[in-house]
């Protein structure tokens, strides 16, 4: 069991996830909608796969798990006391979320991405307000000089999809979210 | 010119690199010693190429540039006044030194990262008092699942390799270097 102060989640090697739209796929794509920006072509399907082999189809998204990059040791203690994983059976629901921030956002320092993205911004904390429901995980795209820079993916319960919907809407309407040049909302369901 | 307030450089796109150890290329190899781990298999000549294509031979290590993951804004414009680039005609003598950290290190939030980079080994201004004699450029290899986690590249003119050698010998008696599992000093001069 975890404690708060003490955690430590276990350090995983970096890992090379692809998300390849198309006839295939353990999720059925219900809906892509672009929220900014160019949207994505239609597919039936999503896979998502961790080997080289990408089936052929209309697009292919790329992105590593990685290190953290903003969190802090006491928010990190919190979030992983009651955060949960991927692949819970009742989590039929998932979204995937490719976004693009723009030049402004890469220009800046560390120190200001994360004034901005928390004490402005409030992205960590709100988003932990939402959770064990919604389960995520990052994706880092940009310096695969991919389309997108990240590609956030989300699993939870259909009765938690209307929570899911308002944690968008708050995101979206922060400072940080100003930076945000392209996001596209691709909602998806476990296959049959 | 730089003003120390206002300075931002341009954002680059991230740039994969690629350093191969073989028969060709624009640096002769004067030298491998490995300060900390398994040191790299000896070669004549080192290319850096930016395309796909790596020649064969003994090694290949692959990093891309990226936004700066530790810098604040008034570290970056100290630096951006002082430092030059790469390429330079005088800076005839280089140093690839690849660094692996531990697992403990990766196990570390972002500020606990920060403290022991800055607050309590002083890295970045270490680094900045050799400026702008040593010009360097810093690539990241672990997302890539490379036996490094950085690829760092140093270039300067012979006279002031004692000054570089310096460099070296403070940083590994910080704290951060603790978490250092491998290290190797490949150093380098412009082939004729």
């Given at each position: 069991m975890f404690t708060r102060s003490g955690y430590r989640p276990p350090v995983t090697v970096p890992q090379l996830v692809r998300f390849c739209a198309g006839d295939s796929g353990q999720w059925s794509i219900r809906g892509i909608d672009a929220f900014r920006g160019e949207s994505l072509a239609d597919a039936p399907r999503l896979a998502v796969v961790l080997h080289d082999e990408s089936p052929p189809g209309p697009w292919v998204l790329r992105g590593f798990t990685s290190n953290?990059?903003?969190?802090t040791g006491a928010e990190r203690d919190v979030l992983a006391a009651v955060q949960e994983g991927l692949g819970r059976p009742e989590a039929t629901v998932a979204a995937l979320i490719p976004i693009q921030k723009s030049q402004a956002w890469w220009a800046l320092p560390q120190d200001e991405r994360r004034a901005i993205i928390e004490e402005r911004s409030a992205h960590i904390s709100i988003g932990t307000e939402y959770l064990p429901a919604i389960a995520r995980r990052l994706h880092h795209s940009r310096d695969l000089g991919e389309p997108f820079d990240f590609l956030t993916w989300f699993e939870f319960a259909p009765r938690d999809e209307g929570a899911f919907d308002e944690l968008l809407g708050r995101l979206r309407a922060t400072e940080e979210w100003r930076y945000v040049t392209r996001e596209v909302d691709v909602r998806l369901e476990r296959a049959a």
């Open positions: 953290e990059r903003y969190v």
